[in-house]
């Protein structure tokens, strides 16, 4: 599998499994453009360059259309191209448990901003540049955007409208030879590294929950699973939605 | 039992009021009064504005995607606080062709699936209150006639030429009943058998 002369823009890349997407795109052969709200994005690109592989660092803040429109503009510069966007970010509230009851319109702004109108605003500002090639959008789902959460109703809500989103929008982008698809990993992110630090045990509460075993590892199971649905051997693979998750979820 | 349909005031949703005998509300302002049980027409109200995404702006995407799922947590909550003392039963009525999604109405169907898992979610928080949520999906077009030509790639259904109104209306009142209290945060699908998995 290579993904060689393409290029690929990661949203929310600075750590966790947008990191490890972008890690495992660099080393499949890809420049990536590491999109990132804070300056997290630029030690990611450079941990990419050290490695010997091709990033840039671009500052981007998903809820702002022109933000998004120039990370793809610095995506284009090298080479002319964009071949495919990851939609990652989400909101830093997002894994905060809450009733559905109390929830603000402030709070339900924190939410959509980052993961509906960011999906918007990538697939906006990316159609063109993925039209002229057939590449490919992706975003990020969960378990719980299928069957809801009783901790995380709101973080549910966007990644099943999310799911939404790319079933219609494959349909829409099909003729243009644009596949879009859906990625639910399980996989340590900043929020269960903190979370198992201060409760060990829900390391083996979680692993024994997986058929595989183990809590997968953002890059060497997220991102080259990722690599393959965003490189030429998964053309004819849209509006799909991926466990990548140790078999944790099979319900779908 | 005491019920109200939030939604539209004529088409689906006021022909689900009437053979209810259900109070007829609309969404805004958030419903008042007291009753036993929320049927919520989602779908039909703002009529959506079929188009390619990239031709969508940021009002029309927000009205689509963003404001319809906000509306439905609005109403869910007020029905929570209504029905949290005593239990209940809420019911959405939404469109099927948001499971396998449609060219042309990506906004709308976002909104309609971000509804769907939202309900989910309140069907699991809300157990312990003895709230029960629940979906009936059912075609586009009888949200409005002129949508069915978007759905027009879905498989066709088992029975393709009956009414569907009686059909969602016995499904909506059974998950009315109290009889369905620990059926919840399911989606039936009353649509002639076209959709078979949700």
Redesign the interface.
Known sequence: MTLRGLTVLVTGAGGGVGRGIALAAAAAGAHVVVATRGDNGWEVAAEIAARGHSAAWARCDVTDSQSVAGAVATAMGPSGRLDAIVHNATSPASSQPHQLADVTDELWEQHVSVSLRGAYHCATAGYDALRARGGTLLVMTSPAGIEGSAMLPLYATMKGALRGFAKSLAREWGPAGITVNVVSPLAYSPAMTKAIKADPPMRERTSNRIPLGRIGDPETDVGVAVSFLLGPQARYITGQTLGIDGGHFTSL | MTIAVVGAHDGLGGYLAAALSAASLSFDPVPDGEYSGLVVVVGADPAPSPG???A?D?VA??RD??AV??RA?HI??RG??ML?RRGGRIVFVTPTT??????????Y??????V???????????AADRISVNLVATPLQLFDSHLGQYAK?MTAAAYPEVDLLPSVTTTVKFLLEDAAQELT?TTITADGGSVMLT
């Open positions: 390619p995404l990239t969508m940021a995407w927000q995607a963003e799922p906000l947590m869910l909550q929570h606080a949290a948001g499971v396998p999604g449609a060219a042309n109405l990506v906004a169907l976002t909104g309609i699936e971000a769907r898992v939202m309900a989910k979610s309140a069907a699991r928080q809300w790639h945060g």
